[in-house]
């Protein structure tokens, strides 16, 4: 059978299961990419040029779509966006990086042995001479688990070398639940766990496998502007460095100082670990940073529910990208984000295209739009904090990020691998298309965690980011995953990720099929869906339960 009659029986199985859901346009997807991910708007940097015309894009396609402002309340009536108040923080200036061994001196450059972020603790010059480095292990306080990798540590005025990833990384087994990754191996958390134990820094030490991504990817992620909420005291929260080190470089630090990498690091997959000092090693910094507070947007529509319009269901995309950073080998400067997340909004837009074209759904529907997610989640962060629409009386949240702009596949993902009824619900929608769920394939990738479902699950929300399949109708696993890979080694966070006009984008078509039966069926639906009982996140929502009664 030819592989063109394939995806036709695919999108014939999708049509029967959907008889009552609207169309979506792939030559309408393909076109929001490609306005979103042009040089025009400049790589959607928060708080940019790019910023103003991608919200403005964004509020031109909900008003033509027909949708209701589901923003901030301005004068008694809802706006389209939501401000969110960020601090921006940029180094001005070269970055001076001097490592000494008593014997002789070295000189690290930025982006290339080194990846240093702008300083966000408040400091406007980060300048330390002959600071000790410390090798800590993972890093890792976990009570619960009855592991501690400091042994009462004293970092202040130090720099904490830590590992990416949790102890059970290399092994696959352990007390942190084998290769899935926790909240622990995440760097953001390396980050803030340090901050709490007053070290000067922290160095993370970059190994592809166990961090996901290459060295690009870290490099262009790190050394151009960074974001956090706006904090009272941000020394609480970042150390005055916060950077990655190359594991070849990080690998002769530890001989210079008579030790072996691999073998500290073996160590540190142990309970009994010690953190051990990297003696006669020291690092020297000397950089300015430029701290300013600045507002960007969420963006926010509204498809008013009939029958009960203050209960809600929630897609979501973040609409930002990198901006304008470090050229590439040929001088492109624009990382233009086109599956990195052109695709999740355009999937967004096409959904609220298609319930503005339904009747009114009983329960109303949310389509928003969130900043700086690739900041670390902020945008996503804020509306958790201060919700547009009570979160007690949310019934779900479905997000959008990274999706495949190819042909259809036989499978499902979303990041993580939780449990919930959301999960359960979609996997039997899904059915009808004849789709099958396949679990997070790189959980220790710590997806779940790196998505803007997540900050909305921390407050009970039950919500998912859905993830297109690797089983593709037309090459099947193969190609899938080597799709996929190509994409993470070549063009994830890097300013090839552009628009193609190969791309045929029936795969995201055939998926919002699906994404918008789920949503249309829990917007008509009284039920609220909840965490598995032993999920971490069920406390949480059981705690408003009885708002929902």
Known sequence: MKNATLVLLACAAASAGAADAPRFDPHRLSQDVKVLASDEFEGRGPHTAGETKTVAYLIAQFKAAGLKPGGELVDGKRGWTQDVPLGRFEIKGPVKLTVNDGKRSQSYTQGAEMA???????????????????FVGYGVTAPERKWDDFKGADLRGKLAVVLINDPDFETGEGEFGG????????????????????????????????????????????TNV??????????????????????DAAADLFKRAGLDFDAAKKQAQSRDFKPVELKGVTLSAHYAVDAQVIKSKNVAALREGSERPNEYVLYSAHWDHLGVGLPDAKGDRIYNGAIDNGTGVAALLELARGFAKQPAPQRSVVFLAVTAEEKGL?????????????????????????????????????????????????????????????????????????????????????AISFGS??????????????????????????????????WSFTGMARDLEILYALGADLANSKAWPNWSQDSEFRAKRDESAAQRK
């Open 116 to 134: 240093v972020r702008a300083a966000m603790n408040g400091e406007r010059m980060v300048d330390f001479k002959n600071a000790p480095l410390v």
């Open 179 to 222: 290769k899935a990754m926790t909240y622990y191996g995440r760097w953001t958390y390396k980050y803030e766990e340090m901050a709490r134990r007053g070290a000067l820094g922290t160095i993370i030490v970059h190994e592809t496998a166990p961090a996901s991504y290459g060295w690009a990817t870290v490099k262009n992620s790190n």
């Open 226 to 247: 960074m974001y956090d909420i706006v904090r009272k005291e941000p020394a609480k929260a970042h150390g005055a460095m916060e950077a990655w080190i190359q594991r």
């Open 378 to 462: 902020l945008g996503s962060e804020y509306y958790a904090s201060n919700p547009l629409y009570p979160l007690a009386a949310t019934a779900a949240m479905i997000n959008m990020d990274g999706l495949n702009p190819e042909g259809p596949s036989r499978n499902f993902t979303i990041s993580g691998n939780a449990k919930l009824d959301l999960l359960d619900q979609l996997t039997a929608k899904a059915k009808q298309w004849n789709l099958v769920y396949s679990p997070d394939p790189k959980p220790e990738a710590g997806y779940f965690f790196r998505s803007d479902h997540f900050p909305m699950a921390r407050q009970g929300v039950p």
């Open 469 to 502: 399949g690797n089983d593709w109708v037309d090459g099947g696993v193969k190609a899938g995953k080597a799709w996929i890979e190509g994409y993470t080694t070549n063009h994830y966070h890097q300013p090839s990720d552009e628009w193609s006009a190969k």
